[in-house]
């Protein structure tokens, strides 16, 4: 069974531009979560999905970023336009009923 | 303000001994915790849980131990080997979410 994998692995990007973030669940998976690791410190949460559904946006930074997920399937998360703040890694994970997330490798983004 | 911490940001032990990784936490509506282990350049990876209704989860060479009324586990891993090297992520949720905080890893290094 595949995992949650995410595209692309790395992203180098100028500030002021948009990059996209794509994440495919794992088959099945309801629930899907969007995460963030900056300059080492903590993975912070930023969204959770069920479904198509957004049912918590409470650690989105600002109106800079947007999460969607048409069809409860895949999920991108848009930055646009990114600062030099929003570098880091963004993992993705999903879940099905139970606590337990399983993440993606990650998308390191560097903005410039 | 963080609600989950790792105080020790590295750790090396000796192969063969035990490993022993320590959390504490501030909330109180804390209810599922839960340990990841990452290696560089790949996701966190599920290593155990525990319900705060437990004490104590073991599986295979990994236990988990929650003192609820210290806010506070820890992970043994016995006998450590090179292979658990790694950063070691604790993570909390709380009742009726599955939002995970995460503390800042602890770098554990097995020597051989």
């Known amino acids: 069974e595949a995992g949650v994998t995410q595209f692309p692995s790395h992203s180098v990007i100028e500030k002021g531009q948009t990059v996209t973030l794509r994440c495919d669940p794992i088959?099945?998976?309801?629930?899907l979560y969007w995460y963030r690791r900056v300059m080492g410190k903590e993975i912070k949460f930023l969204l959770h999905f069920v479904k198509e559904s957004k049912q918590d946006e409470s650690g989105m930074p600002n109106n800079r970023f947007l999460a969607e997920r048409t069809g409860g399937t895949y999920s991108t998360l848009k930055v646009q336009p990114a600062e030099l703040e929003d570098s880091g890694v963004y993992f993705c994970?999903?879940?099905?009923?139970?606590?337990?997330?399983?993440f993606g490798q990650g998308t390191r983004l560097t903005v410039v | 303000d963080q609600q989950v911490k790792q105080n020790s940001p590295s750790l090396s032990v000796q192969e063969g001994r035990i490993s022993i990784l320590n959390c504490d936490y501030t909330?109180?509506?804390?209810?599922?915790f839960l340990w990841y282990k990452k290696y560089p350049a790949e996701g966190p990876t599920f290593l155990i849980s525990i319900s705060s209704i437990k004490d104590k989860n073991e599986d295979g060479r990994f236990t988990v131990f929650l003192n609820k009324s210290a806010k506070h586990l820890s992970l043994h891993i016995v006998p450590s080997q090179p292979g658990d090297s790694a950063v070691y992520f604790c993570a909390a949720s709380a009742e009726g979410t599955y939002k995970y905080i995460f503390g800042t890893g602890t770098r554990l290094k097995v020597l051989a």
């Open positions: 994970a999903s879940s099905q009923e139970s606590y337990v997330a399983f």
């Open positions: 088959s099945g998976h309801d629930n």
């Open positions: 909330n109180s509506m804390f209810d599922y």
